[in-house]
């Protein structure tokens, strides 16, 4: 499946919310190629 590349912008990224929930998330997704 060929997926296009796109720009995330996180406003606010340095909270708790994005420590614990959207960064690992994030990862996560990245490292099983989904």
Not at 11 to 18: E, W
Request: aromatic residues 12%; hydrophobic residues 40%; without cysteine.
């Amino acid at each position: 499946m060929d997926l296009n590349t796109f720009n995330l912008y996180l406003f606010g990224g340095t909270g708790d919310l994005s420590n614990r929930k959207l960064i690992p998330a994030m990862f996560r997704q990245e490292t099983l190629g989904n």
